[in-house]
């Protein structure tokens, strides 16, 4: 199983930034996707954006050229810049990893214990 601790979160007014970072450890598995998901109270977690580790990253509609999602392989670290920040961006933000054991070929999925994020006066 892939560890996922994220970090960053917090209040934010709108039109503001945060950066949201997230730290994996990774023994005995290899990742080979990360991204971020959503979730506001009453809602179905949604998909904000990914990253792969050859290839291009992929955003929701909702956040396209206000949110930016980077990697650092070396560090198994992703991260979440957020700007322009809208009251609808309150959410619980969960980091996700998708991994493949590397001793047995097993493709897993793993999440994050999720950061709060609000967005208010």
């Known amino acids: 199983q892939v560890q996922l601790v994220e970090s960053g979160g917090g209040l934010a007014q709108p039109g503001g930034s945060l950066r949201l970072s997230c730290a994996a450890s990774?023994?005995?598995?290899?990742?080979?996707?990360m991204g971020w998901y959503r979730q506001a109270p009453g809602n179905q977690r949604e998909f904000v954006a990914s990253?792969?580790?050859?290839?291009?990253?992929k955003y929701a509609n909702s956040v396209k050229g206000r949110f930016t999602i980077s990697r650092d392989s070396a560090k198994n670290t992703v991260y979440l810049q957020m700007n322009s920040l809208k009251p609808e961006d309150t959410s619980v933000y969960y980091c996700?990893?998708?991994?493949?054991?590397?001793?047995?070929?097993?493709?897993?999925?793993?999440w994050g214990q999720g950061t709060q994020v609000t967005v208010s006066l």
């Open positions: 990253i792969p580790t050859d290839g291009s990253a």
């Open positions: 996700q990893a998708s991994a493949v054991q590397t001793t047995s070929g097993i493709r897993t999925t793993d």
């Open positions: 990774t023994s005995g598995f290899s990742i080979y996707s």
